[in-house]
Structure formats: C-alpha cells, structure tokens
C-alpha cells in the first residue's frame, strides 16, 4: 500500500490519534511527576508555619513525621507531636466547629498539660466584618484561648457570654464565635480522652494536674 493510501485509511488515522494521545498523556505524566515535589515541599513548608504560630518552645524532632491517627467526635483525627529529647511536650492537631456559613476549621496548640498554646481559623466561609472576626488578623478575639484548659474557665463556662459563658460574642454574630469556642473546648475533651496515647503513655511533667 503507498503512503498516500495509508494516510488515508480509518487505521492509520486510529493509529496517528492514539499515539498523539499517548504522547500527551506521558508528557502530563511526567510534568506532574516535575512539579509534585516543589507542591509537596510547600505544603509541609505552609503546614510548618502554621505549627509555629499556635506552638511555644523549641523542639527538636519533625512534627510532620511524627503523627498519631486517633478516632475524634468527628471522625479521624491526626496528632502532629511536638518533641523534646525525645518526650512529647506539645501537640497540634486541627477541630473544626459550625459557623454561620458553613464549617470553621482550626488548628490548635496543645502542650503536655493540657494547657492551650495557640488557636487559630484556617479555614471558614463566614460573613466579612461580622464573623470573620475569628481571624487572627482581624480581631484579638481568637488569642483569648491561649493558656486556657479544662478547668480555667470551669466546663459550664465554656461558652459565649450571651450562653452563660465567659467569651466574648461579635456584635450581629453569635453563632460564629459559639462555633469556635465549642470546637476549641471539644480538642481540649479530645486530648484528656487520649492523654495517655498522645504523650507516649507517659504522664505530665512531674505529674502535675490544674488546681
């Protein structure tokens, strides 16, 4: 058969469209096999950043190799570990409360006593100048939390003021601000459920509990 005859044919145009398919299909392939290294390194890059912004101290071990899978109120809840010499000081794991929009999700700091280091939304639909003022970058309200725990301020007052509680609500929003405050009381539940697993079994640093 000729070229020209072949180039005709419903088979060598089936052949021409598959190969310029498998050819496009391998160069996708391989340029994002390129770039998931740069994307993976700037999640942990972002993941980082945030520990540090709701952790204190200094630690020395990976935080983001360093996880612990527990089963929440929610579902699934992974524990990132904070360690010193080898003990676990602190954790960071995300909660994730119901705003007025949607879910607000969290990240907070926890150290091994149970005491709140840092609080912060990392990710929320709510109304802009109203019940955005959960962002850090907005408000003061969400550092309220830090040095917090079960105990200080007392279970029934973890709440909004207008619910009997002692944190401040937003004027023309409540509902926001509840949100949070419930998920953040629920992490500090979720860690004196697991203490024990969290903190490698061991007990607090010198076995000290809130007076």
């Known amino acids: 058969m000729k070229l020209e005859q072949l180039r005709g044919s419903l088979a060598y145009q089936g052949f021409l469209l598959g190969g310029t398919a498998l050819l496009t299909t391998a160069a996708l392939a391989l340029a994002a ?21 709701v952790l204190t101290g200094q630690y020395d071990n990976d935080l983001l190799k360093d996880t612990l899978t527990l089963n929440g109120p929610n579902g699934e809840v992974t524990v990132y570990r904070a360690r010193k010499a080898g003990q676990v000081e602190a ?26 280091t840092g609080v912060r939304v990392i990710k929320h639909r709510e109304t802009p100048g109203l019940g955005d003022k959960i962002e850090a970058a907005k408000s003061r309200w969400i550092f309220a939390f830090e040095g917090k725990y079960l105990g200080d301020p007392p279970a029934d007052k973890w709440g909004v003021k207008k619910d009997g509680g ?34 490698d079994g061991s007990a607090p640093l010198g076995g000290a509990t809130h007076e």
């Open 33 to 53: 096999r390129a770039t998931d290294a740069d994307i993976h390194a700037a999640e942990a890059r972002d993941m980082k950043q945030s520990f540090a912004v």
């Open 91 to 116: 954790l960071v794991y995300k909660v994730s409360g119901n705003g007025y929009a949607g879910a607000v999700d969290c990240i907070m700091g926890i150290d091994r006593t149970g005491k709140i």
């Open 166 to 199: 002692v944190f401040d609500q937003f004027a023309g929003a409540t509902i926001t601000p509840r949100g949070v405050v419930k998920a953040v009381k629920g992490g500090l539940e979720f860690f004196e459920k697991n203490r024990a697993q969290l903190l």
